[in-house]
């Protein structure tokens, strides 16, 4: 019997330990930024955010496993140590060791409360380096857009030879708060995803994109054989979908080279994941018409349950790894409360033994410290996971008492060492 979260036999599940396994989840993050903050209160605010989050029944977190010349970042720069006759090169990652101490605690804290994660390598976007900075590092040009930079990412072997490198070096890390277990040895991960919602603009047919997503989930599978592997794509689609045209579903990102269904339809992707943000993606017309945002939001969820358990070349597991609700211009949280509730409505009635939804992880949990230092300005999405629970929280706890009320293995507190 695996200590590791695995697909079930007929590879439309998971099971831990014999049981069907269903996620509970919540985004947070930030933690190993937070703590790598040993000598401050991050890391002592983080842990008691792990532990409210599984007193509360989240049983995983997704979070961020890379963070490149940020705040704490974990990888600092590169160095070339063996260039081949063709032209490429492998590199080493040059890692920060406070940093990737602040993982190495956030990994051995989340098992110590028995929470699962789900680990991202790297990020399509700017915030914690990603993409972006594995383009600056390889073309050695600073003065370019975000988008420049992330295609110049996808066509370049070198940013391609970095980003693997890391991988290789995170995967095989021993961790020394998990007495020396290796990463790719420690069952605490559920997953790895191989980057937060990549898109290929720099190929508008989709081709490229994908090929990376083939290329690089392989790649992880080669140095790990012990955990699934997925891409949180945010499951946008460039044909229309059962009569549901693409400009209704995504409008804004038809040139992205995006395609849920190949995206996800790889043998070394295990499970796929779509993110939602009705109150941004689709046109404002909709966002802004809570009956239209609420048929949208039925609409984008059922048709990816289709893409996954028909259109596929078998029928994959499918969670929904980010999603939230703005909080009301009016600072009230109603709007949330009640989006929140028919989410998860539509998670449970498809999370039954013979569904193929496999959980969902909320965007996203932190402490009241978050907000004073201004984060959550920009989209005032955040859930406070030791708070009064009118923001949402009360909705998340009682999904979890639902799910564990079918699921009872799955509850975070039978999992704490």
Known sequence: MSDFVKLTSDGVGLEFQGKPFKIVGANCHLIQQH???SNGSGR???????????????????????????????????????????????????IDPNGIDGLDWAVAEAARNGVK????????????????????WASKKSDLSEWELQNIFFSNGKAQSMFKAYIQYLLNRPNPKRDGVRYKDDPTILAWSIANEPRGRVDPSGRTLNNWIADTSKFVKSQDSNHLVTVDVEGFFLTDQDGVKASYLNPGQLQDGCDFIKNVDHETIDFAC?????DLWPEESIQHDKKKREEWIKTWLNVHLKACQGKL?????LI?????ERKGKDESFSDRQDFLKKVYGWLQDNMGPRGIVIGSVVWMISDETFI??????????????????????QQVIDHADAVYRQYPSCNPRHQAN
């Open 117 to 136: 994660l789900i680990m991202s390598l790297t990020n399509h976007w700017k915030e914690f380096g990603g993409i972006p900075q594995y383009a600056r």
């Open 320 to 324: 929904l790894s980010e999603f939230s």
């Open 35 to 37: 703590g790598a903050d």
């Open 372 to 393: 004073a230092e201004g984060h959550d300005d920009e989209e005032r999405r955040c859930i406070i996971i030791d708070g009064d629970g009118k923001d949402g929280l």
């Open 274 to 278: 779509m993110h939602m943000y009705q």
């Open 313 to 317: 070349s078998k029928n994959k597991p």
């Open 44 to 94: 002592g605010r983080m842990a008691n955010v792990i532990k409210a989050a599984a007193d509360k029944g989240i049983n995983t977190l997704r979070i961020w496993a890379h963070n490149e010349l940020t705040w704490n970042s974990i990888q600092n720069g590169t160095k070339e140590v063996l260039t081949n006759p063709d032209g490429s090169a492998w590199f080493e990652p040059i």
